[in-house]
Nanobody, 119 residues
Framework: QVQLVESGGGLVQAGDSLRLSCAAS????????MGWFRKAPGKERESVAT????????WYTDSVKGRFTISRDSVKNTVYLQLNSLKPEDTAVYYC????????????WGQGTQVTVSS
Protein backbone atom coordinates (compact mmCIF):
# COMPACT_ATOMS: atom_id res chain seq x y z
CA GLN A 1 0.00 0.00 0.00
CA VAL A 2 1.01 3.56 -0.70
CA GLN A 3 -0.43 6.55 1.11
CA LEU A 4 -0.49 9.97 -0.53
CA VAL A 5 -1.13 13.29 1.18
CA GLU A 6 -1.43 16.50 -0.81
CA SER A 7 -0.97 20.02 0.46
CA GLY A 8 -0.41 23.51 -0.86
CA GLY A 9 -3.70 24.49 -2.41
CA GLY A 10 -5.39 27.81 -1.81
CA LEU A 11 -7.12 30.88 -3.17
CA VAL A 12 -4.98 33.04 -5.43
CA GLN A 13 -5.42 35.67 -8.11
CA ALA A 14 -4.84 35.18 -11.80
CA GLY A 15 -1.15 35.33 -12.58
CA ASP A 16 -0.09 34.10 -9.15
CA SER A 17 1.81 30.92 -8.35
CA LEU A 18 1.31 27.95 -6.04
CA ARG A 19 3.29 24.86 -5.25
CA LEU A 20 1.43 21.66 -4.50
CA SER A 21 3.12 18.86 -2.60
CA CYS A 22 2.31 15.17 -2.48
CA ALA A 23 4.03 13.18 0.23
CA ALA A 24 4.16 9.44 -0.39
CA SER A 25 4.57 6.83 2.34
CA UNK A 26 4.30 3.08 2.66
CA UNK A 27 5.57 0.88 -0.18
CA UNK A 28 7.08 3.71 -2.18
CA UNK A 29 9.49 1.26 -3.79
CA UNK A 30 6.53 -0.06 -5.79
CA UNK A 31 5.81 3.30 -7.44
CA UNK A 32 6.51 3.53 -11.16
CA UNK A 33 4.73 6.73 -12.16
CA MET A 34 3.35 9.66 -10.20
CA GLY A 35 0.72 11.94 -11.62
CA TRP A 36 -1.23 15.07 -10.85
CA PHE A 37 -4.87 15.20 -11.89
CA ARG A 38 -7.55 17.82 -11.47
CA LYS A 39 -11.33 17.84 -11.32
CA ALA A 40 -13.25 21.03 -11.93
CA PRO A 41 -17.00 21.35 -11.25
CA GLY A 42 -19.01 20.03 -14.17
CA LYS A 43 -15.95 18.68 -15.95
CA GLU A 44 -14.28 15.32 -16.29
CA ARG A 45 -11.18 14.59 -14.26
CA GLU A 46 -8.12 15.26 -16.37
CA SER A 47 -4.50 14.31 -16.18
CA VAL A 48 -2.32 17.38 -15.72
CA ALA A 49 1.24 16.09 -15.40
CA THR A 50 3.05 12.82 -14.88
CA UNK A 51 6.54 11.86 -13.81
CA UNK A 52 8.44 8.61 -13.90
CA UNK A 53 9.36 7.87 -10.29
CA UNK A 54 12.90 6.82 -11.17
CA UNK A 55 13.40 10.24 -12.72
CA UNK A 56 13.62 11.94 -16.08
CA UNK A 57 10.44 11.36 -17.99
CA UNK A 58 7.68 13.94 -17.60
CA TRP A 59 4.48 14.71 -19.47
CA TYR A 60 2.10 17.68 -19.39
CA THR A 61 -1.30 18.30 -20.82
CA ASP A 62 -1.21 21.05 -23.45
CA SER A 63 -3.11 23.61 -21.39
CA VAL A 64 -0.42 23.73 -18.68
CA LYS A 65 2.75 23.36 -20.72
CA GLY A 66 5.18 26.16 -19.94
CA ARG A 67 3.26 27.09 -16.77
CA PHE A 68 3.30 23.98 -14.56
CA THR A 69 6.30 21.90 -13.56
CA ILE A 70 6.26 18.47 -11.95
CA SER A 71 9.28 17.42 -9.93
CA ARG A 72 10.23 15.09 -7.15
CA ASP A 73 12.43 14.87 -4.06
CA SER A 74 13.47 11.25 -3.81
CA VAL A 75 14.81 11.69 -0.28
CA LYS A 76 11.52 13.06 1.00
CA ASN A 77 9.41 10.79 -1.25
CA THR A 78 7.53 13.88 -2.29
CA VAL A 79 6.28 15.03 -5.68
CA TYR A 80 5.64 18.67 -6.38
CA LEU A 81 3.57 20.55 -8.89
CA GLN A 82 4.66 24.13 -9.38
CA LEU A 83 1.80 26.17 -10.81
CA ASN A 84 2.80 29.48 -12.37
CA SER A 85 0.80 32.08 -14.29
CA LEU A 86 -2.40 30.65 -12.90
CA LYS A 87 -5.64 31.25 -14.75
CA PRO A 88 -9.25 31.06 -13.53
CA GLU A 89 -9.70 27.94 -15.67
CA ASP A 90 -7.08 26.19 -13.51
CA THR A 91 -9.56 26.22 -10.64
CA ALA A 92 -10.13 22.62 -9.56
CA VAL A 93 -9.45 20.03 -6.92
CA TYR A 94 -5.97 18.70 -7.60
CA TYR A 95 -5.15 15.08 -6.80
CA CYS A 96 -1.90 13.22 -6.87
CA UNK A 97 -1.83 9.55 -7.75
CA UNK A 98 0.67 6.73 -7.91
CA UNK A 99 0.90 3.91 -10.39
CA UNK A 100 2.75 0.75 -9.48
CA UNK A 101 5.00 -1.06 -11.91
CA UNK A 102 2.58 -3.93 -12.44
CA UNK A 103 -0.46 -1.80 -13.02
CA UNK A 104 -1.87 -0.02 -16.06
CA UNK A 105 -3.88 2.30 -13.85
CA UNK A 106 -3.17 4.68 -11.03
CA UNK A 107 -3.65 2.54 -7.94
CA UNK A 108 -3.36 5.05 -5.14
CA TRP A 109 -4.89 8.49 -4.76
CA GLY A 110 -4.58 11.35 -2.36
CA GLN A 111 -7.49 13.20 -0.82
CA GLY A 112 -7.15 16.24 -3.05
CA THR A 113 -6.35 19.89 -2.49
CA GLN A 114 -8.47 22.81 -3.72
CA VAL A 115 -6.95 25.42 -6.01
CA THR A 116 -9.11 28.46 -6.69
CA VAL A 117 -7.95 31.19 -9.05
CA SER A 118 -9.89 34.44 -9.08
CA SER A 119 -9.88 36.80 -12.04
Amino acid sequence: QVQLVESGGGLVQAGDSLRLSCAASGRTSSIYFMGWFRKAPGKERESVATLKWSGGTTWYTDSVKGRFTISRDSVKNTVYLQLNSLKPEDTAVYYCAAQSARSLLYDYWGQGTQVTVSS
